[in-house]
């Protein structure tokens, strides 16, 4: 999809409605979903932290945006594939500023040529107690990225329209370091690139929002 084009179609449908816990559920696994039930009827404190979806024109100039493989370490993440972002900073001005700081850092993107678009549904990610504060920015012209090697070990460019691809979303087992063991989990499958957990529950949300409004002709 042409990327001027697709800015033109979204710019339209900016203040459209997200679809919330329901594009969530679709691509969480069934643990969090029994997780998340039980902690509506408990006060806790959890970390604040943002990540980003970032749309950018390809070199051929189609819509594309960045998912990170995390760098392997003693983490609950380690190795998996997420968006770019982290944990919220006392001098991050709100939560939009620690999604671009933290893109800033692990890639590399200038963060002051990133144009807020949305912000997404917050969604909470039991294995590490964070809330996550998703948002959408895009960039007119196609990025140089530069890796933080310590935090992430390699970057991979998406084509938006393989987001919206149903042959794309699958199940599969993986490796839970959090319940310590393999589980049979929801997951987008972007070319043997698996995303599970918070980051497709993410995307989900993505997607529906794109997919509910877009002109047939595209998908």
């Known amino acids: 999809m042409e990327f001027k084009e697709f800015i033109k179609f979204i710019i339209k449908i900016k203040d459209f409605n997200l679809s919330g816990q329901i594009a969530h559920l679709r691509m969480a696994p069934y643990y969090r979903i029994k997780i998340n039930e039980q902690n509506k009827i408990k ?3 959890y970390k604040q932290a943002a990540v980003l979806i970032l749309l950018y024109p390809s070199l051929k100039g189609n819509t594309c945006f960045v998912l990170i493989e995390r760098s392997i ?3 609950v993440h380690s190795g998996q594939i997420s968006l770019p972002g982290g944990k919220k900073e006392k001098k991050d001005k709100s ?3 620690t999604a671009i700081r933290e893109t800033k850092e692990e890639i590399g993107v200038d963060a002051s040529k990133i144009n807020f678009f949305k912000k997404m549904s917050n969604i909470y990610v039991p294995p590490s107690n964070f809330m996550i504060n998703p948002y959408i920015g895009y ?3 196609n990025p140089f990225f530069r890796i933080q090697k310590e935090e992430v070990q390699n970057i991979f460019e998406i084509d938006i329209l ?3 691809k149903n042959k794309n979303k699958t199940s599969r087992k993986v490796l839970s370091k ?3 063991n393999n589980l049979k989990v929801p997951v987008y499958n972007f070319k043997d690139k698996i995303v599970w957990g918070a980051t497709a ?3 989900s949300e993505f997607e529906l929002f794109i997919s509910n409004n877009l002109k047939k002709k595209y998908i």
């Open 95 to 97: 939560f939009w500023h």
């Open 178 to 180: 959090y319940m310590n």
């Open 162 to 164: 393989d987001l919206l």
């Open 73 to 75: 370490s003693r983490g």
């Open 43 to 45: 006060n806790f404190i």
């Open 201 to 203: 529950m993410i995307l």
């Open 139 to 141: 960039l007119e012209e």
